[in-house]
């Protein structure tokens, strides 16, 4: 394999290296084959070791050696398994601006810089395609979510990959057509299979299928999103996944939940709900977590809507998830690719009022 001009080989443990760059050659037993790990300067331990991603300590290489390319999946299966706290990308065909972004690595570092561990990138053409406007189709995407997985790799972080729509379930029974899942479990079709085997990603299935709670328990629907949960659980047996999406807390989110129970692996599924609307407390959302493993997907700043109410008399809903014990991912506009308001307003509030969940 030709060398690149910055890096040389290494193919022992023991020789002292030049602290500039290192390639170390790792067999793990005969039917194992070949692993190859870069380390370089510019580096990092988190990325996948990678000639085009490198390590940036020789003892990241050791510590594989030691253990095996077991340790990555298993380091990543636990950061998977932490608290997620995040912020949201978009993924769409008339969104090149959102979809640049997404491509680019540094924005993932950015929001790993911010004390976070996961970005949820929404694929939104759904949206798109009921508009008939222009729209990638879930095989045209698949490139793009390919390089946010990998960039969700090389920083650390967690992917929410989630088939993005607003209502779909429930424009569907406003025009009085039957309740159709085809075009989600299509998406998950190609979807699902294609990242089983990496632990930092994460299957939300849908997005706020109906903002109506009623909807959630007809018998057709209940079919039909458990037809979607079911296919993408044998797919992607391992990857977790996260269901309902609920619109808001103006329903008895458990007692929905509670008519699906039995049919759901928790130990590889959350609900997700988003925290808007409301009676202004958090007795819906706690009575949810106490029940069932929970995710805040979507929580938006004061002022940005009506239905943005503050929660417990807390100024950010974060603040609330932490108290709760749930993890949160904020909201931003499609085209809105600003970290600021994280910076400027999350952050601050955080530490000031003592639930900063970063290091310092």
């Keep these: 394999m030709p060398q690149p001009p910055d890096r040389e080989p290494f193919f022992g443990r023991s020789r002292l290296l030049r602290e500039t760059v290192v390639f170390a050659l790792l067999l793990i037993g005969a039917a194992a084959g070949a692993a190859e790990f870069w380390v370089a300067p510019g580096g990092s331990d988190v990325a996948p070791g990678s000639c085009s991603q490198p390590f940036k300590t020789n003892q990241r290489v050791t510590d594989i050696m030691q253990a095996g390319d077991g340790l990555l999946a298993q380091e990543a299966e636990q950061k998977s398994r932490q608290v997620l706290r995040g912020t949201p990308m978009a993924l ?8 640049a972004f997404a491509m680019d690595v540094k924005n993932w570092q950015q929001v790993k810089d911010l004390g976070l561990n996961t970005v949820r990138v929404c694929w939104v053409d759904p949206w798109f395609a009921d508009r008939k406007r222009a729209h990638w189709t879930a095989e045209e995407v698949l490139p793009k979510l390919d390089a946010c997985v990998t960039n969700a790799q090389a920083t650390g972080l967690n992917i929410i990959i989630n088939y993005h729509n607003v209502g779909e379930q429930q424009e569907q029974v406003k025009a009085g057509k039957p309740l159709d899942f085809e075009r989600s479990a299509y998406f998950w079709r190609a979807t699902a299979a294609r990242y089983k085997d990496q632990p930092h990603v994460l299957y939300e299935l849908s997005n706020e299928p109906s903002f109506d709670g009623g909807t959630y328990l007809k018998p057709e629907f209940r079919m039909g999103l458990l037809g979607v949960y079911r296919q993408v659980r ?16 103006d329903s008895d989110l458990k007692g929905i939940v509670d008519a699906y129970a039995s049919e759901i692996d928790w130990e590889h599924t959350m609900v997700a709900f988003h925290f808007y609307g409301g009676d202004g407390t958090s007795r819906r959302a706690r009575a949810l977590a106490k029940a069932y493993p929970s995710i805040c997907t979507e929580w938006d700043y004061p002022g940005a809507a009506d239905y943005v109410k503050q929660v417990d008399g807390n100024l950010l809903i974060p603040e609330t998830c932490e108290n709760v014990g749930v993890g949160w991912i904020d909201w931003r506009s499609w085209s809105d690719r600003r970290l600021d308001r994280i910076r400027e307003k999350l952050i601050p509030d955080a530490k000031v009022k003592g639930y900063w969940w970063g290091k310092n």
């Design 92 to 99: 769409g065909k008339s969104l090149g601006a959102s979809v």
């Design 234 to 249: 044998q797919d992607a047996p391992q990857r977790r996944i996260l269901l309902f999406s609920f619109n808001s807390l």
